[in-house]
């Protein structure tokens, strides 16, 4: 892949993270009824906050890109299992919208991880 695409995907996903912290960071209704819901107010909120600042961060490093992919891979993934098995699709009237969101940074994430494949120490 274009080193300049897979560039703009990784700050994609580290963009998409970052905006979602302040409503995690500053117990945003919306943030506290998802986190509530799956009996994970408010460590699992803020715990999830950290983890996705931690990966946001190491998108933007080239040589930990891989990293920060994996964990945005496995944190989406959460998040997808999420909905489908306890919050639904459409939460609190939202459309969907952050159920797409999270498929979407899902399949950017493996994207950005299956181009850094190379970088992952265990697998070289």
Known sequence: MNKTILLVL???VAIILLQTLRYKFLAHPDSVYIFSTL????YGR???GVLELIA???LVFNRKAWLGALLT???????IFSHLTQLGIEVKGDGGTLFYMAVGTWILSLIVLWNKRKDIPLIN
Not at 39 to 42: I, N, S
């Open 10 to 12: 990784r700050y994609a």
């Open 39 to 42: 009996g994970l107010e408010p």
């Open 46 to 48: 803020i715990g999830i």
């Open 56 to 58: 946001s961060i190491l």
């Open 73 to 79: 891979t496995g944190l989406m993934a959460g998040a």
